[in-house]
């Protein structure tokens, strides 16, 4: 197990990183979008003790990735990476948007397990779109993302998109691969396979966070951050 560093400048960027996620879908993402850097990238059930987590009460994706990644690296003294991504559905005025991940509950977390959310959110969005024709169900998967140094300074974000729209049942859910709404989403521009049917390289290389990675990396390798 990983305990939390001393504080360490922004160039440790190419040694050590924290990822402010305990999601393993997540993770397993980053880590292969940015492995040709040869970062060590620390997850947070890596941390011997993880620091409470920081309540994400911003209204944009910007807002709440900056509060993660700030709220982190304050507390742990290493750099940070953190996301905040989500579903949006332009039939659902934008909806589930910065409460993705818990919107079967209305944005409230109750504890309920990872897998069991994941189906009650998608099942939500289906059921609301019951009466959607396919050409109105399109949406998106919207990523932001920050890195933030020890002391907090938010050093650089990106934005990353990834178009497609929302399947009908019975063909959808679909798919093994990716997590959340993903076996529910069709990619653009075919709409033949959903996120989770594509090849892991394939949904890393046209996604929304491999899009923002991308572009975070490109500035790592750059020395612009």
Same mark, same amino acid.
């Given at each position: 197990m990983v305990g939390p560093s001393i504080a360490t400048p922004i160039n440790s960027l190419r040694s050590r990183m924290l990822i402010a996620t305990g999601n393993p879908g997540k993770l397993a993402e980053i880590r292969a979008v940015l492995a040709d850097l040869g970062l060590a990238l620390t997850g947070l059930d890596e941390l011997d003790s993880a $620091?409470? &987590? $920081?309540? &994400? #009460?911003? #209204?944009?994706?910007?807002?709440n990735a900056t509060i993660k990644a700030r709220a982190y690296a304050l507390a742990t003294g290493m750099p940070c990476l953190a996301d905040d991504s989500g579903l949006i559905v332009d039939a659902l005025d934008g909806r589930p948007g910065v409460i993705s991940s818990h919107y079967c509950t209305d944005g409230r977390d109750i504890g309920m397990p990872r897998a069991e959310r994941d189906h009650a959110n998608s099942a939500r969005v289906l059921r609301e779109l019951g009466g959607v024709a396919d050409s109105g169900r399109t949406a998106r998967f919207v990523c932001v993302m920050a890195i933030a140094e020890p002391d907090g300074t938010v050093r650089a974000t990106a934005e990353g998109a990834f178009e497609g729209r929302i399947g009908r049942p019975p063909r959808v859910p679909a798919g093994d691969g990716g997590f959340g709404y993903d076996p529910i989403f069709l990619a653009a521009p075919e709409f033949v396979q959903t996120s989770a049917e594509l090849p892991a390289s394939e949904r890393n290389a046209r996604s929304h966070r491999g899009q923002a990675l991308r572009r975070l990396a490109e500035r790592l390798r750059s020395g612009l951050v």
């Open positions: $620091p409470p &987590e $920081p309540v &994400e #009460d911003g #209204d944009t994706f910007l807002a």
